[in-house]
């Protein structure tokens, strides 16, 4: 038996699409029921599947929220991406004009925002946990739709697709973060080109800091600090690291000079990635 990977669930999410195309049968799949969930649970030795950002309506906030938290180790071993074409699902025999309310996870109201507002102007809609999540809510709801993956007309019975390819932006992608406890973690290996990008979590005054760094960012995430002073952040760096080989040393003495300059800075994340 393989390693064991926590995913937010249930069966049918875009996280759980995303954990098999990278992992397939080889792995041992256990799923929660949120974001949190995943980083709260995973125990030395297993590995987590998160949704990280999506093309159409950016980050995902939760993710964030658990990045930021220091009192539990995590680490982020690499990132795989997932085209995304949502579905409008319902259970059968309610009609497109029955619809009174849309569930998804908010992420998949994001990106079909548009579309809602044009089609269901009165509905309300109804945040879940996960797309999967929605439909499985369907069951109670006769007059609900929920927004999710083509997937779970199958997974949830007495469901039909109303309609296909509803988000507001035809090319839509999420990207996934792969974590474990810790950077040794031994994991199987991960499709990747030549590129090796670093995380950092970053507190402190921030045109400062990026002076200090020196290195090539390529994509900052802000959410408030919750320690500090009101309005102080927490900032996520991605950075490009050209050279595989110096890395590692690039960054410590990059994380030296930022932590010089007074600030708290750490290394969250390593990984080679397309
Ligand atoms: O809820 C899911 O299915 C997830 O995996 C989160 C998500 C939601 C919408 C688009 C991509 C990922």
Known sequence: MGSTVLYLGPTGTYTHQAA?????DDVVYTQKST?????????????????????????VVEMYDCLRDTSRPYFVRGVTALSIQHCLLVRKGTRLEDIDCIM???QA???????????????????TRSTAAAAQELLHSPRAAAICSKLCATLVEDTVILEEGVQDIKDNYTR???????????????PSA?????????TG?????????ELDITSIDRRPSLTGSPFQDTYFLE???????????QIDNALERVRNTGAEIDLVGLWTSV
Request: glycine content about 6%.
């Open 35 to 59: 974001i949190r969930d995943v980083f709260e649970s995973l125990s030395p030795g297993q590995i987590g599947v998160v949704p990280k950002e999506n093309s159409t309506f950016g980050a």
């Open 109 to 127: 109201l994001g990106q079909c925002s548009g579309y809602i507002r044009q089609h269901f102007p009165n509905a309300t809609t109804k945040k």
């Open 205 to 213: 005054p921030i045109s400062k800091c990026l002076a200090a760094l």
């Open 104 to 106: 998804s996870h908010e």
């Open 20 to 24: 098999h195309n990278l992992f397939g």
């Open 194 to 202: 030549e590129q090796t990008i670093a995380l950092l979590r970053l």
């Open 239 to 249: 950075v490009f690291l050209p050279d595989a080989k110096m890395a590692r040393h």
């Open 176 to 190: 996934f973060f792969i974590i474990t406890t810790s950077e040794c973690t031994a994991i199987p290996p991960i």
